[in-house]
């Protein structure tokens, strides 16, 4: 039975079969309704002819969501006591992401930021929270100055993030910029003295659960979009072609993500920072796979009013980058061999190059994934000797 109020102390990197927690995926599940969210405003954004305003905001808003998330996944990694007052805290920052989620639309539409830092503010609060509380309990004077340094930061940069309530538009990207690059400093500078004791197995499959997430709100939302366009305008040859590519592609995604362990990588802070902060790019690519797809959708029934090419890119431009950041931040260290490293790359071109098939564009980038997968696959068989050549 759940205690009302237990000591909030460090957890050992140490500990075997370490897990998800059941809050953990209730708490992933609910970040996807702001993942979806945003996805569904950059779609509205594209189809009305305004990518580059569309991704700017994206870029803006996906960081709030993954950056609450990302700080919540290491925090209980390190220190999750499971008590009543620990799930009454993790229930708040939910609640502040679906706050957040519901000003997704005017952020994107009115450049109004107030509900979604309302959002963010309920979410960075808590966490600060739980600082406290750990510092409270903490060992040493080191691990309790890191846990006050963690509070502090958090805070501190919610103040700065004010000013995007006030800056006039053109302003509002650099301001972001800058409070995003505060934010990124916090872990760097609480933990330069004593790193918090997160545990590595636990990390790899907390990232790669909300991978899973991401990846299947891309299938759900590319199912929407075919199945609508299909009721209302009887274009199922046209469908055919992106329905099975971006199945393809979601596969594909999927297999090169999880074909290492990626635990494996976690070695140290220096390794945690960078991997956990490079899954921004991972995480934000494979949401706007499903945003791309639903695209080239209304693209083919006529409802975005784009080209053909600007549809098709934002399919393969996402999934490019998909590919290429898995690769940079962890599937090359597991390659042997100039051919098995040059697999990602090399798919990551081809599908940028099929963006010019016209209709055909994300069959062919879905064939071409495939065919990565497969040729990692054929490549790693032939060196199972090395005991480190992976398929993909």
Known sequence: MTQPFLPLTARSREESHRTATPLELFFDLCFVVAVAQAGAALVHAVAEGHAGEGVVNYAMVFFAIWWAWMNFTWFASAYDNDDVLYRVITLVQIAGVLILAAGVSRAFEE???????????????????????????????????MCRRYAGGVLTVQLGWLSLLFVPDGALPWVFLVMALAELAVPVYAEKDAPSTWHPHHIAERYGLFTIIVLGESVAAATVAVKSGVVENDALNELLPIAAGGLLIVFAAWWIYFVVPAHDRLTDSRQGFLWGYGHFVIFMSAA?????????????????????????ASVTIPTAVFLLSVWLLHARYFKVGLAQQAVLPGAALAILLCSFAGGWAVLSAGLVAAAAVAVGVTLAARAPATGTGRAS
Not at 116 to 126: D, Q, W
Not at 288 to 312: P, Y
């Open 288 to 312: 706007a796979i499903g945003a791309g797809l639903e695209i080239a959708v209304e693209q083919a029934v006529g409802k975005a009013h784009i080209s053909t090419l600007a549809a098709s």
């Open 111 to 145: 450049h109004d930021f107030l509900v979604v830092y309302l959002g963010y503010l309920v979410m960075r609060v808590a966490l600060a929270s739980q600082w406290l509380r750990a510092a409270r309990h903490a060992a040493s004077a080191e691990e309790r100055t």
